[in-house]
């Protein structure tokens, strides 16, 4: 009964009109920006076509070239990848181990770690900077990945444990039986296991970087080291009459979003639900 009633939930068709008219409103923003990024000012106030007339490739041009995007994406890059990089080989053995092993007091520990998603940045943003500043990493890349690294882990612990969790101990077991080590049993069985849910703590961390904006700005202070975030705010200023070369620029800015989010968004979707369901 519960596959056919699945099936007519999802041919039914007005739940499939409504996702469609959801999905259509969702989708207009971004279609409204990606069109204006190719019109010049006169166009954009004068025309109530979404499509423009003459399509203004230089506008991106630029945003690119005079906005400084091309430094400001490799920063974004590299802290992004190095966030995503640390955030997954702490978080995938801390919730391993959480799920899996027999630590003392685990339980006290593990909602200590759950006590820091619940924690809004702003509480803690004056102390976070001190220790960055007394580390050094003030205007470094490096003091901005490891304070996403920081606010980040604790959701990321909880989302792997909850897959480990879910996995059959008959497996570990077997595996010490055979004289596997623990981070032979970790790597070599647990970890190919659990792939969906570290996909889906990839995706989340890689994009929660990208788009990361408050932080940025509070120890980023040099053109050489900021963000596509902060750049955005600065191109801003200098081009508050331009609103084509505005609008390139934000195209440019979550592009890489989009297509992150469009090649891997079955992993995502799919490791973010059962981490929810398994938790």
């Known amino acids: 009964m519960k596959p056919l009633r699945r099936l007519s939930q999802e041919t039914n068709p007005v739940i499939f009109t409504a996702l469609l008219v959801i999905t259509t409103i969702s989708l207009i ?10 019109k010049d000012n006169t166009e954009i106030f004068g025309s109530a076509s ?5 399509w203004k490739v230089e506008n991106f041009r630029k945003a690119w070239m005079g906005g400084q995007f091309g430094v400001y994406f490799l920063n974004t890059f590299i802290v992004a990848l190095a966030t995503t990089a640390i955030s997954v080989a702490v978080a995938a053995p801390a919730g391993y181990a959480f799920a899996k ?3 003392r007091h685990a339980s006290a520990l ?6 820091g998603i619940t924690l809004p940045i702003e509480s803690i943003i004056v102390p976070l900077f001190y ?7 003030v205007n470094s890349l490096w003091g901005l990945i490891l304070a996403l690294v920081g606010t980040g882990v604790p959701f990321g612990v909880y989302l792997m444990r909850s897959f480990f969790r879910d996995l059959p101990d ?3 077991e077997a595996a010490r039986i055979d004289g596997a080590s623990e981070w032979g049993i970790f790597f070599r069985i647990m970890m190919p296991l659990a792939k969906p849910g570290l996909l889906a703590l990839g995706v989340f961390s890689f994009l929660s970087a990208w788009n990361e904006f408050f932080l940025s700005i ?3 202070l040099n053109d050489d080291t900021r963000t596509i975030p902060i ?3 600065q191109f801003r200023e200098q081009n508050m009459s331009d609103y084509g070369a505005l609008f390139a620029a934000i195209t440019l800015a979550i592009i890489p979003s989009i297509l992150i989010y469009i090649v891997l968004q079955r992993q995502f979707i799919s490791g973010l639900a059962a981490g929810a369901t398994k938790g």
Not at 110 to 115: G, M, P
Not at 131 to 137: A, N, R, S, T, V
């Open 29 to 38: 923003p971004f279609l409204w920006v990606i069109a204006n990024a190719f």
């Open 50 to 54: 979404l499509l423009p007339d003459a």
């Open 101 to 103: 092993t027999q630590l």
């Open 110 to 115: 593990f909602y200590l770690y759950l006590f």
């Open 131 to 137: 220790q960055i500043k007394d580390m050094g990493l």
């Open 170 to 172: 008959a497996l570990a």
């Open 218 to 220: 509070l120890l980023l």
């Open 231 to 233: 750049g955005l705010v």
